[in-house]
T-cell receptor, first 116, second 115 residues
């Protein structure tokens, strides 16, 4: 079974600075997808960014980018020019592309605080 | 607004009782997923339905059951409730049932409190 680890339970960043959230995963599969979801205090789960494992190019979405290292099974999220609205729980998630089930396997989350 | 609706928003009940949580997926989405988010166990996948049929099962207790109806809405039934069942229950939907890159869209969740 796949597992996802987020080793930083809490992080903080100064407004306008850059922060990197770590995520590692364990899988024997070669084809899969990785996602970062954000959960603000409203509790709504919001997709931040996603990556296909067979694509070497790192995904970017505006201020959000990932560093995907397939061999190391690492998928970190970089947030540039941090804003107060970025404060939330961030979950890294894995989804297999090889099995029929489409469910996510989530990491335990990292709580990000943004300091004014 | 993700387009996924869940009712009720909050539910308070007693141990031993039975409740039903309801989810309507986004228009056009065929897959529905149920997740449980508790403080000590994080986000756990419970079960997936695709076009009315069960597609995948996760850490779902035997006291819990779900179904997806012809109009694609889904219900999660929780019975013989225990204090430990208190959690936020999310429903998510996506277009595909087979392995894909598609995003899962999450509903706002139902907060269940068992007293």
């Amino acid at each position: 079974a796949q597992t996802v680890t987020q080793s930083q339970p809490e992080m903080s960043v100064q407004e306008a600075e850059t922060v990197t959230l770590s995520c590692t995963y364990d899988t024997s599969e070669s084809d899969y997808y990785l996602f970062w979801y954000k959960q603000p205090p409203s509790r709504q789960m919001i997709l931040v960014i996603r990556q296909e494992a067979y694509k070497q190019q790192n995904a970017t979405e505006n201020r959000f980018s990932v560093n995907f290292q397939k061999a190391a099974k690492s998928f970190s999220l970089k947030i540039s020019d941090s804003q107060l609205g970025d404060a939330a729980m961030y979950f890294c998630a894995y989804r297999s592309a090889e099995t029929d089930g489409q469910n996510f396997v989530f990491g335990p989350g990292t709580r990000l605080s943004v300091l004014p | 607004d993700s387009g996924v609706t869940q009712t009720p928003k909050h539910l308070i009940t007693a141990t031993g009782q039975r409740v039903t949580l309801r989810c309507s997926p986004r228009s056009g989405d065929l897959s529905v997923y149920w997740y449980q988010q508790s403080l000590d166990q994080g986000l756990q996948f419970l079960i997936q339905y695709y076009n009315g049929e069960e597609r995948a099962k996760g850490n779902i207790l035997e006291r819990f059951s779900a179904q997806q109806f012809p109009d694609l809405h889904s219900e999660l039934n929780l019975s013989s409730l225990e204090l430990g069942d208190s959690a936020l229950y999310f429903c998510a939907s996506s277009v595909a049932g087979t392995a894909s890159y598609n995003e899962q869209f999450f509903g706002p969740g139902t907060r269940l409190t068992v007293l």
